[in-house]
């Protein structure tokens, strides 16, 4: 049973979220649709116990498991905020206060307007005798020639590279 398991990447990523406590015994074998039984078995499988262990160990260095403890604790915060937010002995400024997180809570939407225009190009540069595309998330425009002069067919070169990125390629 382990050994099918131990390539089951979803499966592991549970287990790991059992050991931090993010998500409870009942809730793993509930879904996988264990009995204790089975429970005991898989936990005695040394093979499965050490895939588990090193994907704690790349959830932890991959900040994946900081963030899923902070989310979970960033909803229980909404309740305590709200518990203050209600609470008419609870100072006028801390109640505006739980108001206010809990409004940033409610849209975490961009803090600042998104700059307009594109976000990034790609040149397509046909030679210097033809015109150059220019495709980005406003479409596709043509440029003009560099210049006028007759020259030679070159294979067409494209370059990506993001306005928001002086000009550096991708």
């Known amino acids: ?3 099918d398991l131990i390539s089951n990447y979803e499966f592991i990523a549970d287990c790991c979220r059992y050991g931090e406590g993010l998500l409870s015994e009942q809730a793993v074998k509930k879904k996988w649709r264990f009995d204790d039984d089975a429970w005991t078995i898989l936990g005695e499988d040394e093979a499965l116990i050490e895939a588990i262990e090193l994907e704690k160990t790349r959830r932890v260095r991959s900040g994946a498991a ?3 403890k902070a989310q979970q604790l960033v909803v229980q915060a909404c309740d305590v905020l709200g518990e203050i937010m ?6 006028p400024k801390h109640r505006i206060d739980a108001s206010k997180a809990l409004d940033a809570f409610a849209d975490p939407g961009p803090a600042r307007a998104p700059d307009s225009g ?4 790609i040149i397509i540069d ?3 005798d033809q015109r150059k595309l220019k495709a980005g998330l406003d479409g596709i425009e043509i440029l003009e020639p560099v210049n006028d002069t007759p020259t030679a067919p070159v294979l067409a070169a494209i ?8 000009g550096q390629p991708l």
Do not use: Q, V
Request: negative net charge; proline residues 4%.
């Open 86 to 91: 209600r609470d008419p002995g609870a100072s």
């Open 159 to 166: 370059t990506a590279k993001r306005d928001d990125d002086d």
């Open 1 to 3: 049973m382990g050994n």
């Open 118 to 121: 594109e976000k990034f190009s």
């Open 126 to 128: 046909l030679g210097a």
């Open 66 to 68: 900081k963030r899923e």
